[in-house]
């Protein structure tokens, strides 16, 4: 009987070490199959493969309009809506009478608001490689006004010529009757129009890492690993601009919207690793957009 039943364990220690053989030889199969993948994906470039990406071009371009057609039919009653407003606003615009200068008014506005929304994406967009506007035009305004302001103790100016030209009013002001809160309320609208357009131009972070992690499929992809090891490995590096990094990143990965609201409330010139790191870790638009938009129009622009 112990010799039938050594006999008997042999085979499965035997089918045992078999599996593991099997299973290592599986494992590296599929990483075989990866790395091929994963080197074919790199050489589609138009100057080697031209024809092959120009084809996977076409085909996705066809694929991403079948779906925004899709989606904007699943949405037609708000994108008639939409449809409907601006062929009022055309018709609106385009017929003379009374209303002119309401329009007229409106347009000044957008426009004036779709400036300074431009100078606030070119703030912050190219991952810190933007141009400093605040520098070169919302705080040489900001100047402008309060230094106007305390000349002619008011900031009533009259329109046109502000914005572009400061005159004071016509009989003046009240001597003492220029305060912070005044100031504040007369560039409130530029400035948080600044602000907001620094909080679109962190998008593009944000959307790139979303669409990569998006591409890479599944948690077992080795680009995800090398991720994980990289963050593994940056954890005892002693440096301080590493630490601040690892500290964003904590804090956007484990409280969430508070977290981004909380970086993007203060000067921060390392948010762009905030966005990245909300694309990467899949967190909703929605939630970073808003915590952004809130922080950076609302809060930080008020604090500067």
């Avoid at 290592?24 to 138009?46: G, N, Y």
């Avoid at 925004?68 to 994108?79: A, D, E, H, P, S």
């Avoid at 009989?171 to 100031?183: A, D, N, P, T, V």
């Avoid at 944000?206 to 690993?225: I, Q, T």
Wanted: net charge neutral; aromatic share 12%.
């Amino acid at each position: 009987m112990a010799a039938n039943g050594a006999k008997c364990e042999q085979p499965q220690k035997r089918a045992g070490a078999k599996g593991k053989q099997n299973g290592k030889a599986i494992d590296s199969s599929v990483r075989e199959r990866r790395q091929r993948d994963k080197e074919e994906r790199l050489s589609l470039v138009v100057w080697r493969r031209p024809v092959t990406t120009i084809h996977y071009f076409l085909l996705e371009t066809l694929i991403k309009l079948k779906e925004w057609t899709f989606q904007l039919w699943q949405r037609r009653g708000l994108v008639s809506l939409v449809l409907v407003l601006c062929s009022l606003f055309s018709f609106a615009y385009s017929t003379e009478g009374s209303h002119q200068q309401w329009v007229s008014y409106l347009e000044k506005r957008f426009l004036w608001c779709a400036y300074w929304v431009g100078l606030g994406i070119l703030s912050s967009v190219g991952l810190g490689t933007g141009l400093h506007t605040f520098l070169l035009y919302l705080g040489p305004h900001i100047a402008s006004v309060t230094l106007a302001a305390y000349e002619c103790s008011s900031t009533d100016f009259p329109e046109p010529p502000y914005p572009d030209q400061i005159v004071c009013p016509q009989g003046g002001g009240l001597e003492g009757s220029i305060s912070l809160f005044s100031i504040m309320s007369k560039v409130r609208l530029e400035a948080c129009m600044w602000g907001a357009g620094t909080a679109i131009g962190e998008l593009p972070p944000y959307f790139m890492a979303r669409a990569a992690r998006l591409s890479g499929a599944d948690p077992e992809d080795e680009d995800y690993e090398e991720f994980e090891e990289m963050l593994e490995q940056a954890e005892g590096a002693q440096g301080l601009v590493t630490r601040a990094k690892l500290g964003v990143q904590h804090m956007v990965q484990k409280v969430g919207f508070f977290g981004i609201l909380a970086c993007a409330s203060i000067p921060n010139p390392l948010f762009d690793l905030a966005g990245i790191t909300c694309g990467h870790f899949m967190v909703p638009f929605w939630t970073f957009f808003g915590a952004t938009l809130i922080g950076k129009a609302v809060i930080k622009m008020h604090i500067q």
